[in-house]
């Protein structure tokens, strides 16, 4: 059984940061992609930030030069540091995994239950 564990989210000013961070436990055998998703009141699930094996990254547009993803593989964490938070990034953030549980199984999405993060102006 795999289970994502999120943290770090909270309340914090305009101009401020945190730091978010999603460990996986269980049974697995590789990782091949570590995302964050978020999704505001009434808005549809995004994509934040994405990291693939080798290190390769990708950012929505409206996030880029203010967030920073990364990963280490050691722990099986991810985390997502954001930097001049705005009131519009205010959501529950998630964080998706896709994990193979054996070398003879593609890969499964998982998803942790979310963090919330509110920016306040």
């Known amino acids: 059984q795999v289970q994502l564990v999120e943290s770090g989210g909270g309340l914090v000013q305009a101009g401020g940061s945190l730091r978010l961070s999603c460990a996986a436990s269980g049974s697995i055998f590789s990782i091949n992609a570590m995302g964050w998703y978020r999704q505001a009141p009434g808005k549809q699930r995004e994509l934040v930030a994405i990291?693939?094996?080798?290190?390769?990254?990708n950012y929505a547009d409206s996030v880029k030069g203010r967030f920073t993803i990364s990963r280490d593989n050691t722990k099986n964490t991810v985390y997502l540091q954001m930097n001049s938070l705005k009131p519009e990034d205010t959501a529950v953030y998630l964080c998706?995994?896709?994990?193979?549980?054996?070398?003879?199984?593609?890969?499964?999405?998982?998803w942790g239950k979310g963090t919330l993060v509110t920016v306040s102006s």
């Open positions: 998706n995994f896709k994990i193979r549980l054996s070398p003879y199984r593609s890969g499964m999405d998982y």
């Open positions: 990291i693939i094996e080798g290190g390769r990254t």
